[in-house]
């Protein structure tokens, strides 16, 4: 099991880029395959973006492929989600993932663990 609690969300102009960063407890982080999520008002979750226990392998969502970039520092029991060239339709609560083991977490029932959440708007 892993605790995640996310930061870094906030109000942003479309154009702008926003950095999340999801923090972990535990010493068996680099053990997860970790992803991003988010839901919109009144849409299901929506994976975002998953990147493997080593930081070799990324995966990315259609929707963000090109302007989203997931990276982890096991060091730091850290993973982050860089966004630019925001658009309002990115607007929604990003959660941060977990998947123990090698597989991406890219639907949620591949996920273990969950954050709490942090809101992202794009503003037009």
């Known amino acids: 099991q892993v605790q995640l609690v996310e930061s870094g969300g906030g109000l942003v102009q479309a154009g702008g880029s926003l950095r999340l960063s999801c923090a972990a407890s535990?010493?068996?982080?680099?053990?997860?395959?970790m992803g991003w999520f988010r839901q919109a008002p009144g849409k299901k979750r929506e994976f975002v973006a998953a990147?493997?226990?080593?930081?070799?392998?990324?995966y990315y969502g259609d929707s963000v492929k090109g302007r989203f970039t997931i990276s982890r520092d096991n060091a730091k029991n850290t993973v982050d989600l860089q966004m630019n060239s925001l658009k309002p339709e990115d607007t929604a609560v990003y959660y941060c993932a977990a998947k123990y083991g090698r597989r991406l977490p890219t639907t949620e029932s591949d996920v273990d663990n969950w954050g709490q959440g942090t809101q992202v708007t794009v503003s037009s």
């Open positions: 535990g010493r068996t982080f680099s053990s997860y395959a």
């Open positions: 990147i493997s226990w080593s930081g070799g392998v990324t």
